[in-house]
């Protein structure tokens, strides 16, 4: 993996293992309660990510690879959202972080096959817009530590009770 990729990793990493260990020990009936003022709850967040990572994945390869990365013209990302999620919500917990770990792997190994060249490729990020490699990387780290943070807080408060 290119050096310059390692710390971006690092703290992919690390927000995982957060994301991960403030999921466990929770019941699947506190996972589905809802975040305060949210719509969404644990198990839906979690759903979200993972749906999220792989099209985001998706992307990511084919602008490092150079082909067209372009989201079709009638991509509506508020209508990806409500779908992956509603079809996630059968998943127990326990699948959902089985699918985190496999797409943490999937990145993983997406960014070992990255050259410096690749990191350099533009493409549409659907939120942070054009993006080279790298930015892109950031944007979907940042869209992970967002949502992290959610879970993180939603299961605090679980926690206490």
């Not at 990493?13 to 019941?27: P, W, Y």
């Not at 719509?39 to 998706?58: F, P, Q, R, Y």
Request: hydrophobic share 40%; net charge negative.
């Amino acid at each position: 993996m290119l050096r310059e990729l390692e710390p971006l990793l690092a703290q992919y990493a690390r927000s995982r293992d957060v994301l991960l260990k403030a999921t466990s020990g929770l019941t699947e009936a506190q996972v589905d309660e809802c975040l305060p003022g949210r719509e969404w709850s644990i198990k839906d967040t979690c759903i979200h990510i993972v749906a999220n990572e792989a099209l985001m994945e998706k992307l990511l390869q084919d602008i490092a690879q150079g082909t067209t990365s372009a989201l079709p013209a009638d991509f509506d990302n508020e209508k990806f959202n409500q779908e992956t999620v509603a079809a996630g919500r059968a998943k127990s917990l326990a699948q959902l972080r089985d699918e985190l770990d496999a797409s943490y792997r999937n990145l993983i190994g997406l960014l070992e096959t990255m050259t410096p060249e690749m990191l350099m490729r533009r493409g549409t990020h659907p939120a942070a817009g054009d993006s080279d490699v790298k930015e892109f990387l950031l944007a979907m780290y940042a869209h992970h530590e967002v949502h992290c943070r959610d879970v993180v807080e939603q299961a605090r408060r679980l926690k206490k009770g």
